[in-house]
């Protein structure tokens, strides 16, 4: 079925148009963007976009599909259905399953069951063997077969002398490298953010210098091996800095942030609200602000929600032993929506869309040029919501946002002309 | 004033009003304990269940006897010998204990937030009888009740905490209600153990046991744990000892009318000497008599003051 959707809001940053417009697809590709367009073929469905914004398919590059070994919380199948709702149309699935995504076969084997799911999920593979941090995986074959990008996920990789070999090794398997900084032995045991608020709950802290040395030093090995590095999930205004400092000298470094991290405080685990338990955890105000300055700048790329679904026996413990991570898959279009305006709404979609395309290679994607692929993300900025359990798809609901009135809501997603969800 | 609380699970939520209501009530109840017949009829009928996940002697004792004596109904529950080893939960035990309609849990873990916790979940009153590094509410009660008796006041009072702040529940619940009563608090400790923003409360922070000695109505000792030293938040018990231990000659830098006290179990050599813990100024066994009291307060308030 052709489509046709007329007098949206088109945003797309790649092609920097952001004007009331009609796009039309074929096939599975857009075929144009312009005023008063044509019905493209007599098997079009035609959609009134008039107050809606159109956007190219938003890309999640950061989440956890638990499938295989935690399908109790998550499965390639639910994760997928929870996108589709949630404005996203490509998911990038962390590795950290059990097995760990460390060989071809595995590579695979999330391929063909996102193949089965109306999105586009594409794998993350292990940098090191199970995440151990010792023996490099056969990044080479495991690009052949289509991950995206490595990872070792949670771990980060401590040792200096993996991550510069795993970086150079890297150009072999022509993607990049994605760390979660935070230096181990500074973060060990910590459950939260370190100051004020953790003495008062008497947990421990993890100073945002843990963070901050990991950076730093990813930077520094980005411009000894030439990269490309991609930081996960920035927490700290000195780590925006330190990223600034290194794109300023032009080593290959991206990064990015969770939309929790743009939007909530360290605030929210007081009263031992273990759903707001997060890894790297929830930083101050002020740190909102820099993370908010970074996106803006462009000195952090691209935004991502880290959907990391959870049991309740999990989350339902005391804080210390709770598991770290929240879902995000639905979340993150109203809370990103709601972000626009302090952040022109350009930057917002393209840290969903174009730049995540850019950095992982991601072919015809991102962007609504004709011949691209034809995702696009359609929503309603205004719509007012509450989450309710009932209204989540993850198998999972660890999210400290049950309850709340969310602004905005994705009305329409289409991924390769398909209608993959609708409101 | 009324009551109104359901549950104690920290000094930083109540008033300084509420603070004084519970040392009234437990200097009510002081001289129950003193009687033939060491008993009253309050609780008759409630069912009190003492939930300790961690070990403990004084304080679990000392609960079991304050609901004794106000002829509560009494059951412990310590993990050792329960389901929890076999992965039932904290929540489900709690539920289960819950469905014997019991009237209030006296929750230890060594995990902060679990009384929290259970507190969102049961139908029960929760009292927090420590939990982690965050509170043990029903100490500085205790603790504020015995400066009562020796001092007659708070306001204006200087009191010298010292020891491993950052892992002590008893610092952060007696510094909560010495501020919030007025007192002048002093916390002293080798700098690794005082966690950051801990001025923030209104207490003062030095790492000189000199500057927090000097002049004190009140000195006010932690247990140090010894396994610190193997963390290195300390280099030893030796150099620990020389810089923080209360002794003898330290204890002259206070006001001759100082009181020395202590939440026990003590380290003897280590944070404090034995002829401090037995000087005449040492108040510590008087804390542990006022335990009682304070916990027969507590329970009191919270399951008949409403």
């Known amino acids: ?268 685990v007081s009263g031992y609200d273990t759903n707001a338990k997060v890894s790297p955890p929830l930083r101050t105000a002020a740190d909102i602000k820099a993370l908010r300055k970074g996106l803006r700048d462009g000195t952090i790329d691209i935004i991502v929600t880290d959907h990391a679904p959870h049991s309740v026996e999990e989350k339902e413990t005391d804080f210390q032993n709770a598991a770290c991570g929240m879902i995000g898959l639905q979340t993150a279009l109203p809370l990103v929506n709601e972000l626009a305006g302090e952040i022109p709404l350009a930057v917002l979609v393209a840290g969903l869309t174009c730049n995540p395309a850019r950095i992982f290679g991601l072919k015809e994607c991102g962007s609504l040029q004709p011949g691209y692929r034809a995702d696009l993300t359609i929503y309603d900025p205004e719509s007012s919501w509450v989450l309710k359990p009932e209204l989540i798809l993850s198998r999972s609901r660890n999210t400290p946002f049950l309850g709340r009135r969310l602004k905005g809501r994705a009305i329409r997603t289409v991924c390769g002309s398909r209608t993959i969800f609708k409101a | 004033m009324a009551w109104t609380r359901k549950h104690l699970l920290s000094i930083e939520e109540l008033s300084a009003a509420e603070i004084n209501l519970v040392l009234e009530t437990a200097a009510s109840f002081k001289e129950v304990s003193t009687r033939e017949i060491k008993k009253v009829p309050a609780l008759r009928g409630k069912t009190v269940a003492t939930l300790f996940f961690e070990p403990s002697t004084r304080t679990r004792t000392s609960f079991e006897l304050a609901a004794k004596r106000l002829s509560a109904d009494v059951v412990g529950f310590s993990p050792s010998t329960s389901s929890l080893v076999k992965g039932e939960t904290i929540i489900d035990t709690g539920e289960n204990l819950e469905a014997m309609k019991v009237d209030c849990f006296v929750v230890r873990h060594a995990s902060s937030g679990v009384p929290a916790l259970l507190a969102r979940k049961l139908k029960a009153s929760i009292i927090n009888a420590g939990d982690g590094n965050h509170e043990h509410p029903t100490q500085a009660l205790l603790d504020l009740l015995t400066i009562q008796e020796h001092k007659k006041r708070f306001r204006g009072l200087k009191v010298a905490i010292l020891g491993d702040l950052r892992h002590s ?138």
């Not at chain 1, 035609?46 to 809606?52: E, K, P, S, V």
């Not at chain 1, 990049?176 to 608020?197: F, K």
């Open chain 1, 1 to 268: 079925m052709d489509l046709l959707i007329r007098n949206g809001r088109v945003v797309d940053p790649a092609q920097q148009i952001d004007e009331t417009l009609d796009v039309s697809c074929s096939g599975a590709k857009i075929l144009r963007l312009g005023k008063k367009l044509p019905v493209p073929s007599p098997r079009t469905e035609i959609i009134d976009a008039r107050g809606l914004v159109v956007t190219p398919g938003w890309i999640d590059a950061h989440c956890h599909l638990r499938e295989p070994g935690r399908e109790d919380e998550e499965s390639i199948a639910s994760g997928a259905a929870a996108a589709a709702s949630g404005g996203f149309t490509t998911l990038m699935a962390m590795p950290n399953t059990t097995p760990c995504i460390d060989n071809a076969a595995l590579v695979a084997f999330v391929l063909n069951e996102g193949a089965r799911t109306p999105v586009r999920v594409l794998p993350i593979g292990a940098i090191t063997r199970d995440r151990a941090g010792k023996e490099l995986t056969e990044m080479a074959e495991m690009a052949e077969r289509g991950a995206v990008a490595f990872s070792d996920d949670g771990n980060c990789l401590a040792d200096s002398r993996i991550l510069r070999r795993a970086l150079e090794y890297s150009r072999l398997a022509g993607r990049p490298l994605i760390d979660h900084p935070e230096d181990p032995a500074l973060s060990r045991n910590g459950a939260m953010n370190e100051g004020t608020l953790s003495t008062r709950l008497g947990l421990a802290g993890i100073p945002r210098e843990a963070e901050e040395i990991a950076v730093s030093r990813d930077i520094a090995l980005a411009g000894l091996t030439g990269g490309p590095l991609h930081l996960a999930h920035l927490t700290t205004a000195g780590s925006v800095e330190l990223v600034r400092q290194g794109k300023k000298k032009g080593l290959p470094v991206t990064a990015e942030v969770t939309v929790h991290h743009l939007t909530l405080t360290e605030a929210a």
């Open chain 2, 169 to 306: 529940r008893v610092a952060r619940s007696n510094i909560w209600a010495l501020t919030k009563l007025g007192a002048e608090v002093i916390l002293c400790g080798p700098p690794p153990l005082i966690p950051p923003g801990l001025e923030t409360t209104g207490a003062r922070v030095t790492v000189r046991r000199e500057t927090a000695l000097k002049d004190a109505d009140v000195i006010y000792i932690l247990r140090i744990q010894l396994e610190r030293q193997q963390e290195n938040y300390f280099p030893s018990l030796r150099e620990y000892s020389r810089y923080y231990q209360v002794n003898r000659e330290t204890l002259s830098l206070a006001r001759p009318d100082a009181i020395v006290m202590h939440p026990g179990p003590m380290n003897r050599g280590v944070e404090i000497s034995t002829e401090a813990a037995e000087d005449r100024r040492s108040v510590i066994l008087n804390q542990v008599e006022n335990g009682i009291a304070a916990r027969m307060a507590v329970l009191y308030l919270l399951l008949v003051g409403k």
